[in-house]
Nanobody, 127 residues
Framework: QVQLVESGGGSVQAGGSLRLSCAASGYTFSRRCMGWFRQIPGKEREAVAVFQRDGSTRYADSVKGRFTISRDNAENTLYLEMNSLKTEDTATYYC?????????????????????WGKGTLVTISS
C-alpha cells in the first residue's frame, strides 16, 4: 500500500523559510512523476513544483526563484525548500505521486490524474 506522509509545515513570518518533506512507503521514486501541490479553502488544488519522469522540474510562476523541489531516491523522500515566503503562500501543501510511468499530470501541471496524495501539511505565513 502506497503512503505519502508530509511534514515540515508550520507558521512563519513573511520572508522566512520552510522545508517540507514527503516520505513515501510502498513506492519507488525512480522515473515517476512526483510533485507538490497546494490548496486554500474554496480554491482548486494547484501545482507548485513537479519532477517529470526525465528528472526535469517545473514550477508555478508564482514560486519560481523562491521554491526548490528535490528528492532523495535512496530515502524515498521528496522535498520542497521554500524561501522568501509570502502571505499568499499560505495553504495546505500536498505531496503527489504517479502510479504509472507516464508524465500525464506532470506535463499538464494539473491535479487531475494524480494517483496518490498525502494528507497535507499546513503552511501559514504571517505579515
Amino acid at each position: 500500500q502506497v503512503q505519502l506522509v508530509e511534514s515540515g509545515g508550520g507558521s512563519v513570518q513573511a520572508g522566512g523559510s520552510l522545508r517540507l518533506s514527503c516520505a513515501a512507503s510502498g513506492y519507488t521514486f525512480s522515473r515517476r512523476c512526483m510533485g507538490w501541490f497546494r490548496q486554500i479553502p474554496g480554491k482548486e488544488r494547484e501545482a507548485v513544483a513537479v519532477f517529470q519522469r526525465d528528472g526535469s522540474t517545473r514550477y508555478a510562476d508564482s514560486v519560481k526563484g523562491r521554491f526548490t523541489i528535490s528528492r532523495d531516491n535512496a530515502e524515498n523522500t521528496l522535498y520542497l525548500e521554500m524561501n522568501s515566503l509570502k502571505t499568499e503562500d499560505t495553504a495546505t501543501y500536498y505531496c503527489a505521486a504517479s502510479r504509472f510511468y507516464v508524465d500525464s499530470w506532470c506535463s499538464s501541471f494539473s491535479a487531475a490524474g494524480v494517483d496518490y496524495w498525502g494528507k497535507g501539511t499546513l503552511v501559514t505565513i504571517s505579515s
